[in-house]
T-cell receptor, first 115, second 111 residues
Framework: SAVISQKPSRDICQRGTSLTIQCQVD?????MFWYRQQPGQSLTLIAT?????????ESGFVIDKFPISRPNLTFSTLTVSNMSPEDSSIYLC????????????FGPGTRLLVL | SQKIEQNSEALNIQEGKTATLTCNYT??????LQWYRQDPGRGPVFLLL?????KEKRKERLKVTFDTTLKQSLFHITASQPADSATYLC??????????FGGGTRLMVKP
């Protein structure tokens, strides 16, 4: 298994500002993902964070809006840029540990409210 | 387009009964299917994985079935307890270990 922490756990932000969310894993993992979960909805994959190269974004998500860093095998950040109220959501990171490559382990999430 | 359907209405059952949740999918040929539990304010927690060539899998009070002809999975919790109350998500997995999640079903077990 893997233990994942996220910072901040929640935040309230003003429209037009940016927020960077951190994801820290207690072991080295190759695959790390960022999801969004809007109120009452399921999880939508934003991107796969690749170590040493640019993230791979899903349809509907772009790097300018959601820049991602992955400096090493235990850490990643997701920035939500130029926020609007529509970005209010829970943002979750997840990993695929090498010992169980089909099972995703999720962080506790970051609850974001944009006013 | 790919579609995963879970009953969006909450399922209310009495403690001790068996809860059965449904996951249907279309336009998808998953290599495996997973079920996750999500409590309010928390990330999903993995429960069970079943592969396309498996019909049934069990883990303690949990049982999952997978019918690739019907394109359906059923998730059962026997002898349900109030602590089982949560939202349950099904997720389909394909090559590259990418997951696509259903909308989840909220289960309420009443004492």
């Amino acid at each position: 298994s893997a233990v994942i922490s996220q910072k901040p756990s929640r935040d309230i932000c003003q429209r037009g500002t940016s927020l960077t969310i951190q994801c820290q894993v207690d072991s080295q993992v190759t695959m790390m993902f960022w999801y969004r979960q809007q109120p009452g909805q399921s999880l939508t994959l934003i991107a796969t964070a690749n170590q040493g190269s640019e993230a791979t974004y899903e349809s509907g998500f772009v790097i300018d809006k959601f820049p991602i860093s992955r400096p090493n095998l235990t850490f990643s950040t997701l920035t939500v840029s130029n926020m609007s109220p529509e970005d209010s959501s829970i943002y979750l990171c997840s990993v695929l540990p090498p010992t169980s490559p089909e099972t995703q382990y999720f962080g506790p999430g970051t609850r974001l409210l944009v006013l | 387009s790919q579609k995963i359907e879970q009953n969006s209405e909450a399922l209310n059952i009495q403690e001790g009964k068996t809860a059965t949740l449904t996951c249907n999918y279309t336009n998808y040929s998953p290599a495996y299917l997973q079920w996750y539990r999500q409590d309010p304010g928390r990330g999903p927690v993995f429960l069970l994985l079943i592969r396309e060539n498996e019909k049934e899998k069990r883990k303690e009070r949990l049982k999952v079935t997978f019918d690739t002809t019907l394109k359906q999975s059923l998730f059962h919790i026997t002898a349900s307890q109030p602590a089982d109350s949560a939202t349950y998500l099904c997720a389909l997995g394909s090559a590259g270990n990418m997951l696509t999640f259903g909308g989840g079903t909220r289960l309420m077990v009443k004492p």
